[in-house]
């Protein structure tokens, strides 16, 4: 199962560590949902979700600070027992030291923020959404086009590193060589990144590793990409039909998300970085609401309609 180490959201979001006595480099996050625990305060505890991070913001705050000391003990040992990975304080409110006390008495870890509570919730969610995604990872060039994810897939050789240069020379950005790790942030999107050891760098053959960062400079790069086309690369085959016209949209499904796709056949003195622009540059026209498959269809039929009145 996926995690996201509590250090690492504690670092990523700037958030102020309150209990420093608690160690938290062994907790984990497992699931990108949280939780206002608004009602297991106020003492309903039916369907509460210990595992996910818990957000106190100004609501709870205050119902809190209307408690009795009895009572601030009683609700605060029962939330506290269960397995909660930490608790975290918008607006930089701070907790009392009835909460404090009982927190570090079940180990629980408390942190604050001085962000709003639906600006923190917002970030948090769509960063744990990135990090805990449903991953795999693919053979291929991952490459920014105009602001379109092109993926580049194809067998080993096939020439998908060098058409990946070549379009960083034209000034697109590469996000990763070689392997992709593609994650399911959501049923429409696919974000792919580079594995950390072989981020910036593509293998050339004939040549051996290039640090495309160094090289080409930092505009050069990119960490994240949605994947938005993918380039299948195959060897020329002349007995195959080859589709010339794109009257139907192919697709290729990663993680049970379906991506526009095409196969490119490959043959000497084609030049594989223009065909990748164009495909980038087609499909957000089609995005933008222009076909041009559609419009030749429409030229036809005017065409032909215009004949029919001259006979």
Known sequence: ???????????????????????????????????????????????????????????????????????????????????????????????????????????????????????????????????????ITVHGVLVDVYGEGVLITGESGIGKSEAALELIKRGHRLVTDDVVEIRKVSDDTLIGSAPDVTKHFIELRGIGIVDVKTLFGVSSVKDTQSIDLVIKLEEWNKDKEYDRLGLEEEYTEYLGNKVVCHNIPIRPGRNLAIICESAAVNYRQKKMGYNAVQELYKRLQQSFAAKRDDE
């Open 1 to 135: 199962m996926a995690s996201v180490k509590l250090e690492q959201i504690v670092e990523k979001m700037k958030l102020e560590n309150l209990t420093p006595e608690i160690d938290i480099t062994d907790i984990k996050i497992t699931q990108p949902d949280i939780n206002r625990p608004a009602l297991q305060i106020a003492g309903y505890f039916e369907h509460f979700d210990a595992t996910r991070l818990q957000i106190i913001g100004f609501v709870e705050y205050t119902y809190m600070e209307s408690l009795t000391v009895k009572k601030k003990k009683e609700v605060y040992e029962k939330l506290l027992s269960c397995d909660i990975p930490a608790v975290v304080f918008c607006r930089e409110l701070v907790p009392d030291e009835i909460f404090k006390q009982t927190a570090i008495a079940h180990g629980v870890p408390l942190l604050m923020t001085a962000k709003s509570t639906s600006d923190f919730m917002a970030e948090i969610i769509r960063w744990l959404n990135v990090k805990l995604a449903p991953c």
